[in-house]
Structures are given as C-alpha cells and as structure tokens.
C-alpha cells in the first residue's frame, strides 16, 4: 500500500495535473470537455484556485530520495456565482489512470471535506455522470448522498449524457 500525502497544489504539480486532466477529457465522461490544454491553462486554472472559497488539492507519494509523484488532485469552487449560494461548493476530483481503487480519492476526498469545513462552508455539492459508478461510490463512501439525475443534459463521444447530483452537508 502506498503512502499517500495529500497537500496544496503547487506549481510544480501542473505537469502532472495536466497529464491526468487531458487522459480525462481524451477517454472519460468525467469532464464534459472535448479539447485538451496546455500547461498554461493548467496554471491559469491553478491561480483561479488560490483564492478564498476555492482550493486545490494534489496527492502524492514520496519515494527514497524524497522527489514526490503525483497521484492525482482535487478542488472545490463556487458552486453557483450568486451571492446566495455562497456556502456552498462544488468539488471535483481526478486521479492517475494507473493509481485509481488505491485509496488516492478517497484520501483526496477527506482532506478537501475537511479544508472546507475550516473555511466555514455549508454544502458540498458533486455533479457526477450518471454512469461514473467509481465517482459516485467514492462519494458515497465519504458521506455524500445523492439528490436526483437531470437527464441528457451533456453530450460526448456521440451520446447523451445523464448528471447525477450528489451533495454533503459539512
Ligand atoms: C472517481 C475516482 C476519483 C475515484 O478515485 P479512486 O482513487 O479510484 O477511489 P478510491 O480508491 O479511494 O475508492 C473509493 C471507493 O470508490 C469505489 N470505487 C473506486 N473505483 C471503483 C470502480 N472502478 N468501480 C466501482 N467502485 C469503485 C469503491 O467503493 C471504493 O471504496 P473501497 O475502496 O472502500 O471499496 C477515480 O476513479 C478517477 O479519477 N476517475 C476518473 C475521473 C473521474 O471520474 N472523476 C470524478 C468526476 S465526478
């Protein structure tokens, strides 16, 4: 079993993190997304995590020398931009196609809770595609509990795609 370490992104991770994210869009229905990016998007999207209300996770072992892997990383953000739905997020989760049913999401999934719940948030929210069981058993599995599907509203790889909604009280 590995020992899994899961910290605040840094810059250094954005190779990673965009190596994983493009396996994501390229072979899943996890990210309703149809191009893959570059680092600099990568970064972009990591400077938009470092504000209040968001957080980016990343997850990783450390071998001999003490150089770390990344495992895979999660975040949460504004779940809706209306002042009303201020304390609630809405996370998402990825990890390395090689590491996955290794306990990284759910080790992902435990600190952003708990990072979320020191910053005073109400609700955490997950939009999960409604065939995603890994993703949907995850949250089950750290408390999330599911609220109801919205039916075909997403498209990719020539199909209609079902999100189902699930949500935390913290
Ligand atoms: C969903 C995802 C984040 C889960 O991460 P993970 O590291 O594999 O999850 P864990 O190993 O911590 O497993 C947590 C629970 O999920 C369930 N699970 C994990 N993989 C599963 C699979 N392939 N099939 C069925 N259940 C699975 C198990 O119930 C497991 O609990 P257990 O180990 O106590 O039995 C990972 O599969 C992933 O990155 N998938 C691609 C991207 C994605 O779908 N992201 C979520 C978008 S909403």
């Known amino acids: ?26 072979n899943t229905v996890a990210v309703w997304n149809d191009d893959i990016v570059d680092e600099a998007n990568r970064r972009q999207w990591l400077a938009e995590h470092r ?3 968001t957080i980016a996770l990343t997850a ?17 953000g504004d779940f809706r931009h209306y002042d009303g739905f201020r304390n609630t997020v809405e996370n998402s989760i990825y ?3 090689a590491r996955r049913a290794g306990g990284v999401g759910t080790a992902l999934m435990d600190e952003l809770i708990r990072r979320a719940r020191d910053e005073g948030k109400h609700v955490m929210v997950a939009a999960i595609e409604g065939s995603n069981t890994a993703s949907l058993k995850l949250h089950a599995k750290v408390g999330f509990e599911e609220c109801g ?9 020539g199909r209609w795609l079902d999100m189902t909604l699930m949500q935390l009280m913290l």
């Open 51 to 53: 504000v209040p209300g």
């Open 1 to 26: 079993m590995v020992e899994i370490t899961v910290r605040e992104t840094v810059e250094a991770d954005i190779p990673a993190i965009t190596a994983i994210y493009n396996e994501a869009v390229a």
């Open 149 to 157: 599907t919205v039916r075909q509203v997403g498209t990719k790889f």
């Open 60 to 76: 990783v072992m450390t071998d001999d020398t003490g150089a770390e892997q990344v495992l895979g990383y999660a975040t949460y």
């Open 95 to 97: 990890v390395d196609g």
